[in-house]
C-alpha cells in the first residue's frame, strides 16, 4: 500500500515547478497548490511567501514585538496603580492632619515613600 500524503489526497498531482505551498480556494473548502515559481526553503521547493523558515523567523519577530508591548503596557498599568495607590494615601494623610494628627511629618514622609521613582502626581489619568 502507498504511503499517504497530503498531495495524494488531492484529486491533481503538484507541479514540480510551482511553489509546495498550499493555499485555500476562496470560495471552496479545499486547497491547491501555490501558482508561483519555486526557489527559496528547503530544497527550494517554496516561493518566497510560503517559505517555512522564513515564516519562522516573521511569526517569531512578531511575538517578541507583541510581548515587548505587552510588557510595557503591564508596567505603565503597575506605575499607575502605584500613582493612584499614592494619591489615595495622599488624601487620607491630609485628611487625618486636618483631624489633628499627632505627628504630621512623618505621616507626609510615609506617603511620599510610597511613590514610585520620578512620579508626577498631576498624571494625566486615561
Same mark, same amino acid.
Given at each position: 500500500m502507498a504511503e499517504w500524503t497530503l498531495s495524494s489526497f488531492h484529486k491533481e498531482r503538484d507541479d514540480p515547478s510551482r511553489c509546495? =505551498?498550499? /493555499?485555500?480556494?476562496?470560495?471552496w473548502w479545499e486547497s491547491s497548490q501555490c501558482s508561483r515559481k519555486r526557489g527559496h526553503g528547503p530544497?527550494?521547493?517554496?516561493?518566497?511567501?510560503?517559505?517555512? /523558515?522564513? +515564516? @519562522?523567523?516573521k511569526r517569531k519577530a512578531q511575538r517578541e514585538k507583541w510581548e515587548a508591548e505587552w510588557a510595557a503596557k503591564e508596567a505603565a498599568?503597575?506605575? @499607575?496603580?502605584? /500613582?493612584?495607590?499614592? @494619591? $489615595?494615601?495622599?488624601?487620607?494623610a491630609? @485628611?487625618? +492632619? /486636618?483631624? =489633628?494628627h499627632n505627628d504630621p511629618r512623618? #505621616?507626609?514622609? =510615609?506617603? #511620599?515613600?510610597?511613590?514610585? $521613582?520620578?512620579?508626577?502626581?498631576?498624571?494625566?489619568?486615561?
Open positions: 509546495a =505551498g498550499r /493555499v485555500m480556494d476562496r470560495y530544497e527550494q521547493a517554496y516561493c518566497k511567501q510560503h517559505d517555512p /523558515v522564513a +515564516i @519562522k523567523a498599568a503597575a506605575r @499607575k496603580n502605584a /500613582v493612584q495607590a499614592a @494619591k $489615595d494615601a495622599a488624601l487620607a491630609c @485628611k487625618a +492632619i /486636618v483631624d =489633628g512623618s #505621616l507626609a514622609a =510615609g506617603v #511620599l515613600a510610597m511613590l514610585p $521613582d520620578n512620579s508626577n502626581m498631576e498624571q494625566k489619568d486615561d
